[in-house]
């Protein structure tokens, strides 16, 4: 049987590992909260970008790579990526 030093180094013991854990909860709160802000303060840029790009790609298919010259396409021309019903599965 425990003497009552023993619980006392115990109960001592419990209560530090508290201290940190709570500690530590803070700390992870931090952290989340900074990464969830600069998401969100991210949220605009990647907006743009995907704008940009599909400005890019809409314009590729209009000139031809080679000459540069503008490209006529009939209008039953579809792109492959439109004809897509559901992504490939792995």
């Given at each position: ?89 792995r």
């Amino acid at each position: 049987m425990p003497n009552v030093l023993d619980i006392r180094r115990r109960i001592r013991s419990v209560i530090n590992t508290r201290q940190i854990t709570k500690a530590m909860k803070t700390v992870s709160a931090a952290k989340l909260r900074r990464a969830q802000d600069a998401a969100l303060a991210a949220r605009p840029y990647s907006q743009m970008l995907t704008n940009v790009l599909k400005s890019l790609v809409s314009r590729a298919d209009a000139y031809d790579p080679i000459t540069g010259e503008p490209q006529q396409h009939s209008r039953s021309h579809v792109p492959s990526a439109a004809l897509a019903q559901r992504p490939p599965t792995r």
